[in-house]
């Protein structure tokens, strides 16, 4: 009886983040974008199926993932083991990231970076950022200094980074920052704090600022690392091509 009435709720809270869209792209639909009764009938086959798929995700990560979140954070903090806690926040951040959802779509629609390398780096980052949140609350640093050093990183850094890595950085900051991360991130600082005692309000939150600022940080790294090298590359190719004609050739200019 529980289960359903969990089912039930999801199953609204579905609706009402989907029914909105589906409305809009029927309007347009039959009027100033016409669609073809195949593509109209996938379309809504698969709304359908994002509606099943939604009700279920939710229901599994709130029944499963946040508890089981919160009661690793305590154990992870209880052990008082500063190593324990930065492997441990590394790997979790790391493996969440890895099953987001949302950042698997994203790589494979990013055709300038292999989708391996954007998944991992991003995940890399999360895992960095995680580790940083709980250090910054269990030695009790304030989180708007973290976050105006980080931002200013980050618009620094968007000065030289080619346009096509930036445009995939910022979009990515909200992808990273999906269902998975809020599920289980939140809920693993939130029983972290409870473990050492702090405030749930100023200590707990931000977690989600913090990663979601991640990926505009590594990508745009990784970027940067990209037109380096391929500038290195240009480099060293041309007296590459100057010697290997011969000393009598005559260059004209």
């Known amino acids: ?47 359908v199926l994002i509606l099943v ?7 599994g ?10 009661r690793i954070g305590t154990a992870m ?6 190593g324990v806690v930065i492997t441990l926040s590394f790997l979790l951040g790391f493996i969440i990231t890895v099953s987001e959802p949302d950042l698997q779509v994203l790589a494979s629609q990013v055709p300038s970076v292999p989708n391996l390398i954007l998944i991992l780096s991003v995940a890399c980052g999360v895992g960095v950022f995680l580790v940083v949140s709980l250090l910054r609350m269990l030695f009790s640093i304030a989180l708007p200094p973290l976050l105006v050093g980080c931002y200013a990183v980050v618009f620094l850094l968007a000065f030289f980074v ?14 990273a920052s999906g269902p998975m991360t809020a599920a289980f991130l939140l809920p693993l600082a939130q029983g972290a704090c409870t473990a050492v005692g702090g405030n749930m309000v100023t200590d707990a939150f931000g977690v989600v600022a913090m990663v979601a600022m991640t990926p505009l940080i590594t ?3 990784m970027g940067l690392a990209a037109k380096l090298m391929q500038r290195r590359k ?20």
Request: net charge negative; hydrophobic share 50%.
């Open 1 to 47: 009886m529980k289960l359903r009435q969990i089912l039930s709720e999801k199953w609204k809270e579905a609706l009402q983040a989907v029914l909105p869209i589906i409305t809009i792209v029927l309007a347009l639909s039959f009027t100033i974008a016409p669609l073809s009764p195949s593509v109209l009938l996938c379309f809504l086959m698969g709304t």
């Open 61 to 70: 990560a709130e029944t499963a993932m946040t508890p089981m979140g919160e």
């Open 234 to 253: 240009t480099e060293t190719a041309a007296p590459a091509a100057f010697a290997d004609m011969d000393e009598n050739a005559i260059i004209e200019l």
């Open 53 to 59: 798929g939604m009700m279920f995700f939710t229901t």
């Open 162 to 175: 080619p346009p096509e890595f930036l445009a995939v950085a910022f979009d990515s900051g909200g992808i």
């Open 77 to 82: 903090t209880k052990t008082k083991k500063l």
């Open 219 to 221: 990508i745009q790294v």
